[in-house]
């Protein structure tokens, strides 16, 4: 029982790295950018009543562990690839960015019988967008599985946080602040999504 024990961690220590955790932690934490998020989440919350802070941070961690495992095989299923995949969430990113910067809408309120809003486009592709898929089989080059994993894990933490205080976020922002919040932060979704939509396309 001894040696099975020092056998388990002997293969936790070598699947498991602080500093690789870390890493993994922060590269997920900016790919996400749910502080960037904070005026569409507040912008959701008021169209729909109120946000599934639990089932959204759920399915958005799912998504993003299924991803990390089956991404590439799921997307050759549907005759894709990742390029693909990452077009059309750059384009869909860049309609939300446009529904922030000019306060149009562009999607319709989805919601179900309770009112509350759903996890689309929270879980996708909000958290679990585009960027972050391909961050994600992108890390699996450099990191351990268990690694990503902790770091998925550490951010959906967050991301619940934020989504669970959102209100309490907007009373100490302010209606102007978060007017002011959502041109800007408009503005930088629509970059991104024109900065991964041309850095596919270029590099196809």
Not at 31 to 55: A, W
Not at 103 to 126: N, Y
Not at 129 to 148: C, H, P, Q, R
């Amino acid at each position: 029982m001894s040696e099975g024990f020092i056998l388990s961690l002997s293969f936790l220590s070598m699947d498991f790295s602080l500093k690789g955790m870390l890493s993994v932690t922060l590269i997920l934490f900016g790919v996400i950018d749910i502080l960037g998020s904070i005026p569409v989440i507040i912008d959701l919350r008021k169209k729909n009543g109120h946000i599934k802070s639990l089932e959204a941070s759920f399915i958005a961690a799912m998504i993003m562990i299924v991803f990390l495992f089956l991404g590439e095989s799921i997307l050759g299923l549907f005759g894709t690839d990742i390029e693909s995949f990452a077009i059309a969430g750059s384009l869909v990113m860049f309609l939300i960015g446009m529904e922030m910067v000019l306060g149009i809408h562009i999607f319709a309120p989805d919601t179900d019988d309770h009112g509350g809003a759903h996890v689309m486009p929270i879980a996708f592709p909000l958290i679990a967008g585009a960027g972050t898929m391909t961050t994600l089989i992108s890390l699996k080059v450099e990191y351990s599985y268990v690694d990503i994993i902790t770091g998925v894990i550490l951010n959906i933490l967050f991301v619940y946080f934020v989504l669970r205080n959102s209100s309490k976020i907007e009373k100490a922002i302010g209606p102007g602040g978060t007017n002011i919040l959502r041109k800007v932060f408009g503005i930088i979704l629509l970059s991104i999504a024109i900065k991964i939509f041309k850095n596919v396309v270029l590099g196809m």
